[in-house]
């Protein structure tokens, strides 16, 4: 599907925040699932499905998670959603198909097809996992939640990605979702609304340059 040049601005847009945050949750991946594989391979009736997806999510993860600079190839993006399905099909109570299913939005994004971006992250929060790790999982659930929004912004749905964002307990996300939250008062041509939830970022502990410009950006009155 062709793609103006006012929305390939903002799918560009997208991928630069999903860059720029996309790096603290690889860490966050290795240590939780880290975690629950050693636990899990622990419960000896368990062992051999865990280790199965726990293969095939550092499978996922080695083509992902590339040094900075390094760009995932149309190939790598394509294997990451496959493995990601597989996962899915094969795992779809574990941990590890939410993540993969996390990565795999990232590769759609990529792709310019934010309507399968929006498949998976759906599919995260619609399939939430309880037991071991209830916080973590919580995290994965406002991850995914936050990601949404974007995307459901960057397709033009400004209503739909407010609709999103007020339905969640941002929680320790709170920064995120107020910045996410000013941008969707932007598209909807709400500025004070705007101004006063970025303002919200800022004291939730958002400091970034992006911010402060967004900020600077906005006229003086709705």
């Known amino acids: 599907m062709a793609i103006n040049a006012a929305e390939e601005e903002t799918i560009e ?6 860059d720029e945050n996309g790096k603290q949750l690889v860490l ?3 240590v939780v699932l880290t975690g ?3 636990w899990i391979l622990w419960q000896n009736n368990q062992s051999a499905t865990a280790e199965s997806a726990s293969d095939m999510y550092e499978e996922i993860l080695a083509l992902a998670a590339t040094e900075p600079g390094v760009i995932v190839t149309e190939e790598e993006r394509a294997e990451i959603i496959e493995l990601s399905s597989q996962l899915i099909t094969d795992h779809p109570g574990s941990i590890y198909a939410q993540y ?7 590769q759609h994004v990529s792709d310019n097809d ?3 971006a929006e498949n998976s992250l759906q599919w995260i929060i619609d399939n939430p996992r309880g037991g071991l790790f209830t916080d973590d999982d919580e995290g994965l659930m406002l991850a995914a939640g936050l990601r949404l929004g974007r995307v459901v912004l960057a397709k033009g749905e400004a209503e739909r990605a407010l609709s999103i964002v007020n339905n969640l307990d941002p929680k320790a996300f709170e920064a995120g979702f107020a910045e996410l939250r000013g941008d ?3 598209g ?3 500025f004070l609304d705007a101004r006063d939830s970025y303002v919200a970022a800022q004291q939730a502990g958002s400091n970034s340059d992006s911010l402060r410009m967004k900020l600077d950006e906005l006229p003086d009155e709705s």
């Open 13 to 18: 847009a997208l991928k630069k925040w999903w």
């Open 28 to 30: 966050i991946v290795v």
């Open 184 to 186: 969707i008062y932007v």
């Open 188 to 190: 909807m041509d709400r």
């Open 36 to 38: 629950y594989t050693s």
């Open 100 to 106: 993969g299913a996390l990565f795999a939005a990232q």
């Open 114 to 116: 934010l309507d399968e």
